[in-house]
């Protein structure tokens, strides 16, 4: 029997299209059900303020680059959403005059326009976000070499080869309203991929790569970084893919309420938790790496109780 068409975008795969009893179920969780959701090899944690959820955030940069050696170099993989943590990175390295010469860094993604990836000048670029949030503010001795400094462009190779050697001790992330980790998006709805979405191991193999974006990403990004201007948002960006994601020794994401909603919060958890793996929620691979934290600000959990506005 073919799955139900979303209501969202009928052309694409997302979490409506899950069987109903898996949303009723996750829609229950309260913040106590949902911090019960730990197993091992996913960790759910909760902060009461969004000082030490930002701090928290923050320390786990720090405690990546302060592993790197020349034997050793090490780093981390970073999103734009959240990005209060940046300027906290830099103040902490700025204050331990942590050295970070053989520390690395990942950029998750970037927007593709007409097949290339924007330049720092564009108004969206989240290289330039991360510059001037964080590395511009890190002093001129102690911040990295710009050679370990990686953004993905829209030819891949340079950044997929940045990888090799280089130990990623943690992979950071939100969760946008469609499921995601990076872009790592749900995928249209044709071809082979019309009435079934990929299986698990078919999308677990997809690197860094250019991707349409699901029409609920766009309208999101809009939503919190462009005013809700629809047309600013490119629709294609290039993303870190889950073969690099499953090189990082722990995934690590961060909800602060601001991006994903009550009901998107404890779906993914819900799913993570019961190993329930569907490519149609993106993030529900991660129930198949071996170290996953959900980080939650408590006050931003919400509930799924319908409320009038």
């Known amino acids: 029997m073919a799955r139900k068409l979303s209501p969202l975008a009928p052309g694409w795969w997302d979490y409506t299209t899950l069987d109903r009893e898996i949303i009723a179920a996750a829609a229950k969780l309260t913040p106590e059900k949902l911090f019960r959701l730990s197993r091992p090899g996913f960790k759910v ?23 790197a050696t020349p034997d050793n170099p090490a780093g981390v993989c970073g999103p734009i959403g959240p990005t209060e943590q940046l300027p906290l990175v830099a103040r902490m390295v700025n204050e331990m005059g942590l050295g970070l010469r053989h520390a690395h860094f990942w950029g998750m993604d970037e927007w593709v326009v007409d097949g290339k990836e924007v330049p720092v000048t564009h108004p969206l670029s989240f290289e330039r976000c991360d510059r001037q949030l964080c590395f511009n503010r890190i002093d001129r001795k102690l911040v990295m070499p710009d050679a370990n400094l990686h953004f993905p462009k829209a030819d891949t190779r340079a950044y997929r080869k940045s990888w090799d050697g280089v130990r990623c001790v943690v992979m950071q992330g939100g969760q946008g309203d469609i499921k995601h980790w990076a872009f790592n998006d749900p995928l249209p709805r044709r071809g082979k991929y019309k009435n079934a979405p990929p299986t698990p191991a078919e999308y677990r193999k997809l690197a860094t790569r250019v991707v349409d974006l699901h029409p609920v990403t766009i309208a999101q990004n809009a939503r919190t970084s462009g005013g ?3 047309t600013l948002v490119p629709t294609q960006a290039v993303t870190v893919g889950p073969l690099e994601t499953w090189q990082a020794e722990k995934v690590s994401i961060w909800h602060a309420g601001n991006h994903d909603n009550p009901f998107g919060q404890r779906l993914t958890a819900f799913m993570i938790s ?20 959900f980080n939650y600000y408590r006050k931003g959990i919400g509930t799924c109780a319908v409320e009038m506005h």
């Open 45 to 67: 944690v909760f902060y009461d303020t969004l000082e030490e959820f930002y701090c928290a955030e923050a320390l786990e940069y720090i405690h990546a680059w302060k592993q």
């Open 228 to 230: 809700g201007n629809v």
């Open 274 to 293: 019961e190993r329930i793996v569907d490519s149609a929620v993106p993030m529900s691979l991660l129930a198949d790496h071996p170290n996953v934290q």
